[in-house]
C-alpha cells in the first residue's frame, strides 16, 4: 500500500516518574443472540473490539460458533468514549472556525488509538514509535486502517479533553495535524494510569 506519511509531533503536559497499567473495561450488559449473529456484528452494534469481546466471554468454548440465545457480556467502556467524542467534537469545533471540512468520528481508529494510549502506559514509554506496534503508520495498517495519509497527536498529563485540546492547539505543529486540510477521519484513544493520568492519542487519516 503506497500512503504519504504526514511527521508526526508530541506534547509533554508533565513529567511522570512511574505508570502502572489500568484496564479502563468495566464488564457490564449483556446482549442475547440473534439468527444470523457473528461476534464481528456483535462488536460492530457497540463498537467495540472482537478481541474485547472475546475476552469478556471466557465461558464462549468457540466464538466463531456463538448460538442463538447465548448470552454475551458487552464490556461497558462508555466513560472512555464519551471523554474521546468529546475530543472529536472539539476538533470538528476548531475546524469549523476555520472552514474545514468536519473530520469523521472512526470507531474502529478510535480503538487503535485507545490501544496506543493504553500502550504508551503498559510499556513505560512516551513516543509515537510503539515497541509493541512500529509506528503509527504500521499500527493503524495492523489493526485494517486503509488509508493514503495519516498523522497522529499525543499527550499525557492533562485532566480533561478541553485541556488537552487546549495543549495542542497552543503547539503550532499539533495544531497544523487538527487542521489539516488532508485529513477526512480521526479517532481518539483515552487510557489512565493507576495512578489517574491520563495518556491521549488522537489519529488523522484520509480514507480511501
Given at each position: 500500500?503506497?500512503?504519504?506519511?504526514?511527521?508526526?509531533?508530541?506534547?509533554?503536559?508533565?513529567?511522570?516518574?512511574?505508570?502502572?497499567?489500568?484496564?479502563?473495561?468495566?464488564?457490564?450488559?449483556?446482549?442475547?443472540?440473534?439468527?444470523?449473529?457473528?461476534?464481528?456484528?456483535?462488536?460492530?452494534?457497540?463498537?467495540?473490539?472482537?478481541?474485547?469481546?472475546?475476552?469478556?466471554?471466557?465461558?464462549?468454548?468457540?466464538?466463531?460458533?456463538?448460538?442463538?440465545?447465548?448470552?454475551?457480556?458487552?464490556?461497558?467502556?462508555?466513560?472512555?468514549?464519551?471523554?474521546?467524542?468529546?475530543?472529536?467534537?472539539?476538533?470538528?469545533?476548531?475546524?469549523?472556525?476555520?472552514?474545514?471540512?468536519?473530520?469523521?468520528?472512526?470507531?474502529?481508529?478510535?480503538?487503535?488509538?485507545?490501544?496506543?494510549?493504553?500502550?504508551?502506559?503498559?510499556?513505560?514509554?512516551?513516543?509515537?514509535?510503539?515497541?509493541?506496534?512500529?509506528?503509527?503508520?504500521?499500527?493503524?495498517?495492523?489493526?485494517?486502517?486503509?488509508?493514503?495519509?495519516?498523522?497522529?497527536?499525543?499527550?499525557?498529563?492533562?485532566r480533561s479533553p478541553q485541556e488537552v485540546m487546549n495543549s495542542w492547539m497552543n503547539?503550532?505543529?499539533?495544531?497544523?495535524?487538527?487542521?489539516?486540510?488532508?485529513?477526512?477521519?480521526?479517532?481518539?484513544?483515552?487510557?489512565?494510569?493507576?495512578?489517574?493520568?491520563?495518556?491521549?492519542?488522537?489519529?488523522?487519516?484520509?480514507?480511501?
Open positions: 500500500m503506497k500512503f504519504k506519511k504526514t511527521i508526526v509531533i508530541f506534547l509533554i503536559a508533565v513529567l511522570v516518574a512511574a505508570v502502572l497499567p489500568l484496564n479502563a473495561l468495566a464488564q457490564s450488559g449483556t446482549y442475547t443472540v440473534r439468527s444470523g449473529d457473528t461476534m464481528w456484528k456483535i462488536a460492530v452494534r457497540y463498537q467495540i473490539g472482537v478481541t474485547e469481546l472475546i475476552k469478556a466471554n471466557p465461558q464462549l468454548g468457540n466464538p466463531n460458533m456463538i448460538r442463538v440465545g447465548q448470552r454475551i457480556t458487552i464490556p461497558s467502556i462508555d466513560n472512555v468514549k464519551t471523554l474521546e467524542q468529546q475530543v472529536i467534537e472539539l476538533v470538528n469545533k476548531e475546524r469549523a472556525k476555520n472552514g474545514l471540512q468536519q473530520l469523521k468520528s472512526n470507531w474502529e481508529l478510535c480503538r487503535v488509538a485507545r490501544y496506543k494510549s493504553q500502550d504508551m502506559i503498559d510499556k513505560r514509554y512516551f513516543a509515537h514509535q510503539s515497541p509493541t506496534y512500529g509506528s503509527p503508520f504500521t499500527m493503524m495498517q495492523s489493526f485494517g486502517i486503509r488509508f493514503s495519509n495519516g498523522g497522529e497527536n499525543i499527550a499525557y498529563g492533562q503547539s503550532p505543529g499539533h495544531g497544523a495535524n487538527i487542521l489539516s486540510a488532508t485529513y477526512n477521519q480521526m479517532g481518539c484513544g483515552v487510557a489512565k494510569t493507576s495512578g489517574g493520568t491520563y495518556y491521549w492519542t488522537q489519529m488523522f487519516i484520509k480514507a480511501y
